[in-house]
């Protein structure tokens, strides 16, 4: 399975393990692990709650792993995405590629956490001591996306 979103955590070593006794021809994975952070513009977080569109998100995500796989030359990728409410430093978001060498993995895992920022369906709102607010998509991640030579603004 290529793309799971779940309210579940998730285990990074067992989730490389598996990607790895899938193709014996693996010499690179590359992993990114997000977490929830404490704070955002400024303000304190104590929680963040991500909601997501089922069926849309995951076919959005599998149609960007179909995009890194064009690109780049790798074996496979998986990415988990955490739907619910978090807390700080809850992983909610994993990224993980293999291909032969190192490169290939890095830049691949890189565009797909990329692409999951501006174009992956989600909804996040975060709690602050001055209440609830939506997260809105920023300019910096849009110009993260232009490098890939895509231009979809989400700001």
Not at 105 to 131: H, I, N, R
């Amino acid at each position: 399975m290529r793309v799971r979103v779940q309210p579940e955590d998730f285990d990074l070593a067992a989730e490389v393990a598996a990607l790895r006794s899938e193709d014996k021809r693996v010499g690179a994975v590359c992993a990114f692990i997000g977490t929830v952070r404490d704070r955002n513009d400024g303000a304190s977080v104590s929680s963040m709650e991500l909601e997501h569109y089922p069926g849309m998100t995951e076919q959005a995500i599998e149609d960007m792993i179909d995009e890194a796989h064009r690109r780049f030359d790798i074996f496979a990728a998986r990415v988990i995405h955490r739907i619910g409410l978090l807390q700080p430093l809850d992983q909610i978001v994993m990224v993980a590629v293999t291909s032969a060498h190192r490169g290939e993995s890095f830049k691949a895992c890189e565009f797909l956490m990329d692409y999951l920022k501006t174009q992956a369906p989600f909804w996040k709102k975060e709690v602050t001591p001055e209440g609830s607010r939506w997260v809105d998509a920023r300019a910096s991640d849009d110009a993260a996306l232009a490098k890939w030579g895509i231009s979809r603004p989400n700001a």
